[in-house]
């Protein structure tokens, strides 16, 4: 199959838009205007059941939807759109509303940038001790784009991501100066939308003997959902299996972090084919997605996932929580909701896809996961863990927040039993005092 992109300027051309609604078009034409919108001709024919739309959850996923935007910012954009302004105007009005949809979560810019010999090193970032990601500058879009996506700003133009230019070389001399540091996660946008030979660029020198701490690999990626022909029929699919391939017997252990957010994604041949080849290379394929209103806050629906993932031979990971970003408010539900759902999902299934890990917030201070609801004493609470901490010290503590059913995010959450702070609180505020070094992880 050849890849083709459908964005704002050529999505009319597919057949299927002829039946949408006036509505609806008109929704695609001003959310998309704030908000990135790309699809691809395999998701519109194969993923999406075009008789479910508007609620077809892969529409969803893909399609800019009305609700996604506040009713006042909608209103601003339609005008502006149906009274034919310019496009730098449609551009300052859309600005001003994606300043106000929290375009900088979870501190990404600011706090986790590394040092080398006391100058940043763009491209990278460095939250967790054992873990760098890297952001490869010709790997920062997606095959599509998910209406959830916490990386929005990127895609709009928003944020203009820094690289170094002699990015590969900046990565291995990071990564061998770091003893601490055991993985590098390969991210994006999708790195898999690279062409094999510049992927190649960046990995082959983490296999030579010198960069010895370095023992996995990880690739985060939506291919396997979005475009499954990168691994099979792609011209180049044959040299990227090959690289895996060479990963494996240069004795790193290479993990794909494939993001699935419905069964939907994994029923076409294309993807058993593709995991097929994958796993023939010796890599591990792990699987994550946020819990998602309106896309699959089922638990059957997420049963139903991991039960297909595994039948493919992927082992899930991560349960998310939706971040507080762009959209949220389309896509979040309360805290309390998600710990259900979870609830329901693990005793939905078998032990062999209870691998799954969650629910867990990425936010400020860490991977926070909720444990739980409990009566202590007189009071009820969140049970909650890291499973990520900004400082290695706080990896699987607990701890309490006040029960609150309407908490959607950390920032929402009160410590539990009358106490000012949570036990975190005063590191964190040293750690990420600007001027101050970040933690010294050696
Ligand atoms: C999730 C995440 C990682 C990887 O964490 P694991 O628990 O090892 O999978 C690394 N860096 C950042 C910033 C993350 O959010
Ligand atoms: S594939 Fe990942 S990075 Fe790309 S739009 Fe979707 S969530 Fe964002």
Redesign the pocket.
């Known amino acids: 199959m050849n890849y083709k992109a459908y964005m704002l300027h050529n999505y009319k051309t597919l057949p299927q838009i002829a039946n949408l609604s006036e509505d609806l078009i008109e929704a695609i034409d001003v959310v998309g205007s704030v908000l990135p919108f790309k699809t691809n001709n395999y998701v519109v024919e194969n993923l999406i059941d075009w008789s479910r739309v508007p609620n077809d959850p892969i529409f969803t996923l893909t399609f800019p939807r009305k609700e996604m935007l506040r009713s006042h910012h909608y209103e601003k954009i339609k005008e502006a759109v149906k009274s034919g302004a310019s496009k730098s105007e449609i551009k300052i009005a859309a600005d001003e509303i994606r300043q106000k949809l929290n375009p900088h979560p979870a501190g ?1 810019l600011d706090h ?1 940038v590394p040092r080398m010999d006391g100058e940043k090193v763009f491209g990278m ?1 460095h ?2 001790r ?2 760098v ?1 890297f952001f490869p500058g010709q790997g920062q879009t997606c095959h599509a784009y998910c209406t959830f996506c916490f990386r929005w700003p990127q895609f709009v133009g928003m944020d203009e991501l820094k690289f170094a230019s002699r990015q590969a070389e900046h990565l291995t001399e990071y990564i061998s100066n770091n003893d601490s540091v055991t ?1 590098v ?1 390969f991210t994006g946008g999708d790195p898999l939308i690279m062409k094999t030979k510049i992927l190649e660029a960046y990995i082959r020198p983490l296999l030579e003997p010198g960069v010895k701490n370095l023992k996995h690999i ?1 690739i985060g990626t939506k291919a396997l959902a979005y475009w499954p022909f990168r691994f099979i029929t792609d011209n180049d699919a044959d040299d990227l299996l090959k690289l895996f391939s060479d990963v494996k017997k240069a004795g790193k252990h290479l993990a794909f ?1 494939a993001h699935f957010n419905h069964p939907a994604e994994l029923k076409h041949p294309a993807v058993k084919e593709a995991t097929e080849r994958i796993l023939e290379t010796g890599s591990v394929i792990r699987t994550q997605s946020p819990v998602l209103k309106h896309i699959n806050d089922s638990p059957q629906v997420w049963a139903e996932m991991l039960e297909k993932q595994v039948e493919l031979g992927c082992i899930p ?2 349960m998310f929580i939706a971040r507080n970003t762009g959209a949220d408010h389309y896509f979040s539900l309360p805290l309390v909701d998600v710990w259900k759902l979870f609830r329901e999902t693990y005793q939905a299934v078998s032990g062999i896809c209870r691998t799954v890990r969650g629910p867990s917030m ?1 936010c400020l201070p860490g ?1 926070m996961q909720i444990l739980g609801v409990n009566e202590i004493g007189d009071e009820k609470v969140f049970t909650l863990r890291f ?2 901490g900004r400082h290695p010290d706080w990896v699987a503590k607990s701890f309490f927040a006040k029960f609150d059913d309407k908490a959607i995010w950390y920032t929402d959450l009160k410590p539990a039993f009358g106490d000012e702070k949570f036990f975190f609180t005063d590191e964190l505020d040293k750690i990420l005092k600007p001027g101050e070094v970040e933690i010294d992880f050696e």
Do not use: A, G, P, V
Request: charged share 30%.
């Open positions: 990404q986790n970032q939250k967790y054992e873990t990601l993985d996660l990880r972090m990971y991560y990425s991977k499973i990520q």
